[in-house]
């Protein structure tokens, strides 16, 4: 089914089945984190984690759009609610695709990524971007579309902080999420906290 094929259309489609049956699969979906095993009562999280879970679920709301709700179908705790935002992500000024060929950018620096508002159309949805899951986040910096944030720690105090520091002016100024993200008044200290919540979400962990 899988051999050599002259349509790029049926190419297409079955390179996308092939996509979709491994992201299926028991290797892309180990469900195998330390908050898995605490969730099945096989562990406990230390001090620092748990006081990130409760800031996740609480006065940071990160859990407004990263669900720790199980999904129904599954059952499995999915860490996004698949809809979305404008973050207000600034322009990440080290981007390669202002440089690249014109023939792939032909706008070169004045490029704008509107995310979901180009794919549709429809100027309510410039600047939006689907939230992805934070499962094995540890491993998908640098951190939002573009890769503004190098690092969890930054990606976590920009969402916090967002608002109230010096940061550059959001690359779409519209339809920006301001009411769940941007002002949580996180301390340092409990921004760390998440951060290590966050690093419970690595797949891999060996229960002692």
Known sequence: MYGRIKDPEIAYEQLC???AAFESSAVFNEFTSKYD???AGKVE?????NFGLSLFEGKGRCNSCHLTTPEPESGRVLFTNFHYYNLG???NTKNPFYSTFESINPQGEAAVD?????VVNDVNQNGKFRVPTLRNVQ???????????ATLQEAVHFLNARDVDAYPAPEV????AHQITGS????ADEEQAIVAFLLCLTDGYEPQ
């Open 173 to 176: 100024r519209q339809n920006v």
């Open 37 to 39: 095993y605490y969730l």
């Open 17 to 19: 089945e092939a996509l």
């Open 139 to 149: 491993y998908t910096g640098p951190y939002f579309h573009n890769g503004y944030c």
């Open 45 to 49: 999280l230390t001090e620092q984690e």
């Open 114 to 118: 509107y995310g979901l508002g180009a």
């Open 184 to 187: 949580s008044h996180l301390k």
């Open 89 to 91: 992500i600034p322009r």
